[in-house]
């Protein structure tokens, strides 16, 4: 089973991205969860999203405590919490951010800053939450480019302008394609 742990804050969108990892990974074949964990919901508080893929029915329910993979949308929840609490040895911390912290002092080696903030507003979309989810769906390895492309379109299509489309589009392809260059580099 793969399990997705997301670190946000109140409108940055982690249950969207949630929500479109799950639709991606459903047009893979996947059994698939999306779920917030709600507590004081203000802007700006911070937030937890949890994905759960499996290739068979999940009958879990509960909170993730050993997670895969941990997205951090806000860095700066990198020092107000123990974002990578649970995260076993061969997991992996994809932050927002232009670079590893300096001061991490857990294993670097876990960690992948990808710029999500300048790849979004290079791509002309408005969040980081969407290139974060390129970015995990190029980590898990398994599917591609179409399935984050149709889960854009089911999840997005009938509220944004085709120009607000597109560049979503091209924020969440922004985030896949970051991981893949640097995969390919190191």
Partial sequence: MIEVRW?????????TASRLLALAQVGEGWWVQAVP???????????????????TPIRRHDAITHPTLVVVLDRSLWREQEVWTGLGSGGLVLLNAPEVPVE????RDMVMAVPADRLAREAGAGYA???????????????GESSLTVAVQELFGRRLSAAAMAATERAVMAGYRFVRDAEKAS
């Fill in 104 to 107: 991490t002092d857990w294993h």
């Fill in 37 to 55: 964990e709600y507590g004081p919901e203000r802007s700006g508080a911070p937030m937890v999203a949890y994905n759960r893929a499996d290739e």
């Fill in 129 to 143: 939450n969407v290139v974060m989810v390129g970015a995990v769906r190029a980590v898990l390895g398994r599917g």
């Fill in 7 to 15: 670190h946000g804050r109140g409108g940055q969108g982690i249950k």
